[in-house]
């Protein structure tokens, strides 16, 4: 869950690179696709590795002689790394306006990801 976005970073740094050489747009937009599909992959792997680590943080904490401390330490790593991911996710979707397929601002902002970043400082799951 934690290299996500540090990944995703990655891979949006090297489009940026490959960009700057490319000057035809049907390729420009094959590139930006592929990135997309990689950005997607792994947002969606970090997805189900969050599901999984909170299921064994709420089993963990459930648990009369769990270990609380470590749980609750985990937990908190987690929802870092969920926000990372989703501000990370939300700056990526802002980025290549000049492919004319995504329009974030027909959208508005985020509703998900100041719910989301609400959880990370402190609410409850």
Do not use: C, F
């Amino acid at each position: 869950m934690q290299a996500a976005a540090p990944t995703i970073l990655e891979l949006i740094e090297s489009l940026d690179r490959r960009l700057l050489n490319e000057h035809r747009a049907s390729d420009r937009l094959r590139m930006l696709r592929d990135t997309t599909n990689q950005v997607t992959r792994t947002a969606n792997d970090a997805i189900q590795a969050y599901r999984r680590a909170t299921g064994a943080v709420r089993t963990e904490l459930a648990k009369p002689t769990g270990d609380h401390a470590q749980a609750l330490q985990t937990r908190t790593l987690l929802r870092n790394a969920r926000a990372e991911l989703l501000r990370v996710l939300e700056v990526t979707s802002r980025r290549y306006a000049w492919a004319e397929t995504w329009s974030a601002d027909a959208v508005g902002p985020s509703a998900a990801i100041v719910e989301e970043l609400g959880d990370a400082a402190g609410q409850e799951d």
